[in-house]
C-alpha cells in the first residue's frame, strides 16, 4: 500500500517561510491532482492549495500572494512554499493526491500523515 510522506515542517517566526515537500512512497502508475489541507486545533480541515497534473492551481484566500504550490511530474512530488507566515497558519498541513496505482486502475485519494506548522515568536 503506497503512503504519501510529507516532510518540511516545524517552528518559524511570524514573517517566517517553510517549504512544505510530498511524495508517495512506493511505485505508482500516474497522480492526477495533488494538494495541500490543514486543520487548526478545534477547527475543520480545509483546503490550502490545490494543482491538477497541467499545473493549474488554486488557493484558499487567507493565502493567497504567500503561499506557492507547485510540483514536479518526474518526481511525483507536490511542495508548498509559504512566505509571509502568520500565527493563524499555525495547523498540522496535509498532503492529498489521486492516485493511479497501475494503467487499470480507476484511482483513489490518499493522504499523508501530517506535518506540524507552528508560527509563532
Known amino acids: 500500500q503506497v503512503q504519501l510522506v510529507e516532510s518540511g515542517g516545524g517552528l518559524v517566526q511570524p514573517g517566517g517561510s517553510l517549504r512544505l515537500s510530498c511524495a508517495p512512497s512506493g511505485s505508482i502508475f500516474s497522480i492526477n491532482a495533488m494538494g495541500w489541507y490543514r486543520q487548526a486545533p478545534g477547527k475543520q480541515r480545509e483546503l490550502v492549495a490545490t494543482i491538477t497534473s497541467g499545473s493549474s492551481t488554486n488557493y484558499a484566500d487567507s493565502v493567497k500572494g504567500r503561499f506557492t504550490i507547485s510540483r514536479n511530474n518526474a518526481k511525483n512530488t507536490v511542495y508548498l512554499q509559504m512566505n509571509n507566515l502568520k500565527p493563524e497558519d499555525t495547523a498540522v498541513y496535509y498532503c492529498?493526491?489521486?492516485?493511479?496505482?497501475?494503467?487499470?486502475?480507476?484511482?483513489?485519494?490518499?493522504w499523508g500523515q501530517g506535518t506540524q506548522v507552528t508560527v509563532s515568536s
Open positions: 492529498h493526491a489521486f492516485i493511479r496505482m497501475y494503467s487499470n486502475d480507476y484511482g483513489a485519494d490518499y
